[in-house]
T-cell receptor, first 111, second 120 residues
């Protein structure tokens, strides 16, 4: 099974400051179709996870442009250029190149 | 607009079965796969399985093979998760989510979650 490892596990950020989360996979997430099956989700307190970024760097509809994703192969990063109060929650990376799909342990962002 | 609404919380005894429903609206039900993800208290999400409502084809994480059954009723745009031989470590919030393409992890709409508590 593919293991997803996130760092850090928690992050305390002042509003307006940047934040960065790393995610590493034990196997390459690059598929033969040229796509990389790496996603970022945010789970706000008491809510279902919500999609932020798909296939490394594509922002989902309605996601603010302060969120960006980058990386390749096995190493990926989610960046928030200027954290806002509404960004609090737990961030998860997830892979879908191989069943079972797997999530990282999560990174808790606090303000 | 797209909505995915799940059935309410359940309390079950060890060894029993539970059936969770996931009703979709606002889109063509058979155009999207339905995935099931669970989250134990204080833990991260754990992917369980997917169902293609158009064909009935399913795929499961190996740890759930033999205990999970996925079905759907396309006439009411609803998918179902059946989990049998419940254990205390099956206590979790169970989510359904839709995905358009095979192999994609782009879960663009999630249900609100169904808490299943397994306790004697």
């Amino acid at each position: 099974d593919i293991v997803m490892t996130q760092t850090p596990l928690s992050l305390s950020v002042t509003p307006g400051q940047p934040a960065s989360i790393s995610c590493k996979s034990t196997q390459s997430l690059l598929q033969t179709d040229g796509k990389t099956y790496l996603y970022w989700y945010l789970q706000k307190p008491g809510q279902s996870p919500q999609l932020l970024i798909y296939e490394i760097s594509n922002r989902f509809s309605g996601v603010p442009d302060r969120f960006s994703g980058s990386g390749s192969g096995t190493d990926f990063t989610l960046k928030i250029s200027r954290v806002e109060a509404e960004d609090v929650g737990v961030y998860y990376c997830m892979q879908s190149i191989k069943v079972p799909y797997s999530f990282g342990q999560g990174t808790k962002l606090e303000i | 607009q797209v909505q995915v609404v799940q059935s309410g919380a359940e309390v079950k005894k060890p060894g029993a079965s539970v059936k969770v429903s996931c009703k979709a609206s606002g889109y063509t039900f058979t155009d999207y796969y339905i995935h099931w993800v669970r989250q134990a208290p204080g833990q991260g999400p754990e992917w369980m399985a997917w169902l293609n409502p158009n064909s009935g084809v399913t795929n499961f994480a190996q740890k759930f093979q033999g205990r999970v059954t996925l079905t759907s009723d396309t006439s009411i745009s609803t998918a179902f998760l059946d989990l049998s031989r419940l254990r205390s470590d099956d206590t979790a919030v169970y989510y359904c989510a839709r995905v358009m393409h095979f192999g994609s992890g782009k879960f663009d709409s999630w249900g609100q979650g169904t808490l299943v508590t397994v306790s004697s």
